[in-house]
């Protein structure tokens, strides 16, 4: 698989120095916040015309809280940093000046990040800090959950 | 849609032409009455040719403006936003059958421009974020509706 993408690095001007690689052909289907919450089937968006999936229970809102609910009803809770932990999964989330969220990216057992990039493709990033900028603004909000004893991958 | 060329029509009016030529007076007549007919056809859809591809063509280069432009992006309210989509919603009805061709294709996310342009939404509550199935939804809306 290829992992040299210049529209990505264009994008993400961070990525090509902090390292990453191409995991997924184009699938559009899903969206980062969807693929965080590891489904790869449906775009999780809390939009008013209801095309986007969103948990009728949680705030249907672009707001950061109602992103952190979405990830609470998941099991995750705030934390401090997105070190790696044994026994835990990570979710980053990248907000804008307004604090609109942005993007989101799940950490891996390896310590990485996976992230799905728009409509566009999943990348494997060694740090949170490739994916910061103009485009996705800077990591706002990390939570954590327990590992399940069985995992999809 | 069929590829629509200027130069299709061009020898179905000299055929008709050079028919008449060689008569009389009486046929003359005919045949200008005929080429009168002719032109009026010709010129009709001449007109809805060229106003198709233009909207084709304009259809295409925002679509593809839009796409490029918008492809990491992680929200569709900002998807939606983008100049070119907003400028193919303002298109109106003209551009539901360009879209529906595109999503027929491939997926992309064009769900909402349909609701923004038709005003109706086929999709079920249990589809909603399923973007396989709601193409589904909108291509049989398509078809029921003539677009397809």
Redesign the interface.
Known sequence: MATYDPY?EK?FPKIKNEGYDVTSP?D??Y????WAAENN?????P?Y??????PVNIARE?TIDALINLYQSLGYDICENGELEKNYEKIAIYIDVNNI????ARQLDSGAWTS?????KDIQHKTLEGLEGS??GNVGVILKRQKRKTKNK | MPEITFGSYIPIRNTRESKYKSSGIAASLAASAVRSQWQNVIQQDFATAVTMQTELHKFCNLAFTWKED????????D?ALHPAYQEIIGMGKSAISYILDDLAIE???W??AL?AITGDNP?P?TH?????K?RKDWLIWGEENGYI
């Open positions: 990505l994008i184009i559009p289907r969206n980062c916040f969807a089937k449906l775009w999780y968006e939009d015309n209801y095309i986007g999936y969103w672009y969220p942005q993007h989101a799905k990039l728009g409509v566009d485009s996705y | 918008t492809k990491m992006m992680s929200s569709m309210r998807i997926l992309s996310l769900f909402w609701r999709v509550v909603q974020g399923d973007f396989e709601m």
